[in-house]
């Protein structure tokens, strides 16, 4: 059984751009979160999402969105990239209900230039 | 909001010796995790504690959850090399939200 899967795993981007992230949970899990990790630092919440409504936002600015698909897959998108977006994007999944921590994907490095 | 502040920043440990780190929150916590995240790599659920005065042992893990859910613990006996990396805690709120502390970064000197 595949974990949570994300892509692509490095992308570089010029300041002003626009960027798209994509997740796939593990099979069976309805539920996932994004979260920011600026190196040196713990992840950051962005978003969670569940049954695809958002059911949870972090402290990101609006140029922060996200969305959930009908097959439980998620994508973030953030606009008007600025250097300090410059961070490695962790996408988690967890079982609905479940007592067990997050299952983390192995991220997507964004490099803002 | 909810913080969760972890010490020591660093821990440098001879490989062999025991140590300890710890999480600290300044409000009642419903519920405290805890993940290993590798050099180069993300974050791997370790455990989760639930009660207060919650002791749990993984191999040479012990974790504790202080008797007002204020505060946590990870203690690793006999440090291996494959001990390395950044401990984290993170306070799960409604939602699902986790809060994690900034990390606890494990060298181990052979």
């Known amino acids: 059984d595949a974990g949570v899967t994300q892509s692509p795993t490095h992308l570089i981007k010029t300041r002003g751009q626009h960027v798209t992230l994509r997740c796939s949970p593990i099979?069976?899990?309805?539920?996932v979160s994004w979260y920011q990790q600026v190196l040196g630092q713990g992840p950051q919440f962005i978003f969670q999402?569940?049954?695809?409504?958002?059911?949870g936002r972090g402290n990101f600015p609006d140029r922060f969105s996200a969305r959930q698909f009908p097959n439980y897959s998620s994508e973030l998108n953030v606009n008007a990239l600025l250097l300090g977006d410059s961070a490695l994007y962790l996408c988690a999944s967890i079982e609905t209900g479940g007592s067990y921590g997050y299952t983390f994907g192995s991220g997507t490095r964004l490099t803002v230039v | 909001g909810q913080q969760v502040m972890q010490i020591p920043q660093y821990q440098h440990v001879q490989e062999g010796e025991d140590f300890t780190t710890y999480c600290n929150s300044s409000t009642t916590l419903s519920n405290i995790q805890w993940y290993k995240q590798r050099p180069g790599g993300h974050p791997v659920f370790l455990i989760q504690l639930v009660k207060s005065g919650e002791v749990k042992k993984q191999k040479r893990l012990t974790f504790q959850f202080g008797e007002a859910k204020k505060n946590s613990s990870l203690h690793i006996t006999a440090t291996q090399t494959t001990d390395v990396g950044t401990y984290f805690c993170?306070?799960?709120?409604?939602?699902?939200?986790?809060?994690f502390g900034g990390g606890t970064r494990v060298l181990v000197k052979p």
């Open positions: 999402y569940y049954e695809k409504e958002e059911r």
């Open positions: 993170a306070a799960r709120a409604a939602g699902n939200k986790l809060t």
């Open positions: 099979s069976g899990h309805k539920s």
